[in-house]
């Protein structure tokens, strides 16, 4: 097997950085980059190499002439994320019409051992209740500010999605938080979910 190199070209990489820790702290890293070939780049496997050092081999999609591209680098390992959670429940309202509250707080701490600043988007979901449910959730402070995301770019929406897009500096660490509550009748039970936050 023999390969020939038949043109070569290159282009503006940007390296930005993804974590879910609702489901795993880890940080991937996604490079994202225009094609900058006059011509579709095919299908096909990629070996990609950052600073002439192998990372990994992937598989595209076709991208036409000048299209947007991303590849998944793998984990950032110099990017160290932690989720904590604490969680209370109080009874509020009058006698007749009391209310179970079940408070939740998460926090969020980001620390970036790289020598350079990391973008980083981190990815939350709140519960949302089912039409007609006698649930309510209300979200209390967040800090910072975050926006509603529901991946409709991803051809699978959720709902409930929110995300934050912050900047770590290079050894920083930065946090992150939200508070919300979720507010039952009494006489009510919480159904295929648990009452504490995960």
Do not use: C
Request: hydrophobic share 40%; charged share 30%; aromatic share 6%.
């Amino acid at each position: 097997f023999h390969s020939v190199a038949l043109l070569r070209n290159s282009a503006d990489v940007d390296v930005r950085y993804i974590v879910v820790p609702r489901i795993d702290t880890n940080v991937f890293r996604i490079a994202q980059l225009l094609n900058p070939l006059e011509a579709p780049l095919l299908a096909g496997p990629v070996d990609v190499y950052v600073d002439g050092e192998y990372i990994l081999s992937a598989n595209i999609e076709t991208v036409p002439s000048k299209g947007k591209m991303e590849l998944g680098l793998g984990v950032e390992q110099a990017i160290k994320v932690a989720r904590n959670t604490s969680f209370s429940e109080a009874r509020s309202g009058e006698t007749l019409v009391a209310f179970n509250e079940l408070r939740h707080q998460i926090k969020i701490d980001i620390t970036n051992r790289m020598s350079r600043p990391a973008p980083i988007e981190v990815r939350e979901r709140l519960p949302v209740p089912e039409e007609g449910a006698k649930v309510d959730v209300e979200i209390g402070s967040v800090s910072p500010e975050w926006e509603k995301y529901e991946q409709e770019e991803r051809n699978a929406p959720i709902k409930g999605g929110y995300r934050w897009r912050v900047e770590v500096a290079a050894g920083e660490t930065k946090s992150l938080s939200v508070d919300y509550t979720v507010k039952t009748f009494v006489d009510s039970e919480l159904v295929g979910g648990n009452r504490r936050e995960d």
